[in-house]
């Protein structure tokens, strides 16, 4: 038996999360996949992403790693809400750059997991310039209401509930 896991299930992708939704018209349209350390998306800025000028505005930077950690755990079918997010800015990141942003559950204890995430110039190859970084704690949902996410997930509702 192959330790390999699955891929990921594209209808989590079919909807209207303004960072991987599909659907939404203004979002990010993240699109996660696994790696050999959890799962990694690639992200190019647009220009309306902009805060100093000429830079990424760090909400926008933040919400790249939430939306990580997310995935981190949406990727193995588990639903979790932040309950507390910890990030760190190494380095101004700016726009004209695309970027790697990955993630790992670094553990799990319960309802709650511990999740890590970076974010990278994608630009040179190596992923060992981290930008930023985030640590957050997430709370698993109760059973019945991950049952629920999963089904709204794969439903492929566009609009917007």
């Known amino acids: ?9 594209p ?3 079919a909807h209207y999360c303004f960072g991987c939704g599909e659907h939404n018209p203004i979002g990010l349209r993240l699109h996660f996949e696994r790696d050999d350390r959890g799962v ?3 992200y190019v800025p647009r220009r309306e992403d ?3 000028p000429g830079l990424v505005h760090g909400g926008l930077l933040s ?10 755990m949406y990727a193995d079918e588990v639903f979790a809400v932040t309950a507390r997010m910890e990030t760190r ?7 004209d750059r695309a970027l790697r942003v990955r993630s790992r559950i ?3 204890r319960g309802r709650r997991l511990e999740v890590e995430a970076e974010l990278c110039d994608a630009e040179d190859g ?4 981290v930008l930023a970084e985030a640590s957050g704690l997430f709370v698993r949902m109760s059973p019945e209401e991950e049952r629920t996410a999963l089904e709204r997930f794969r439903s492929s509702r566009t609009d917007g509930d």
């Open 89 to 95: 800015f190494r380095k101004p990141v700016p726009l």
């Open 1 to 9: 038996m192959s330790g390999a896991a699955p891929p990921i299930d």
């Open 106 to 108: 670094r553990s799990q």
């Open 50 to 52: 902009q805060g100093f």
């Open 11 to 13: 209808r989590l992708r």
């Open 63 to 72: 919400l790249l790693l939430d939306e990580a950690m997310g995935w981190a």
């Open 40 to 42: 990694a998306a690639r």
């Open 126 to 129: 190596v992923d060992d310039d």
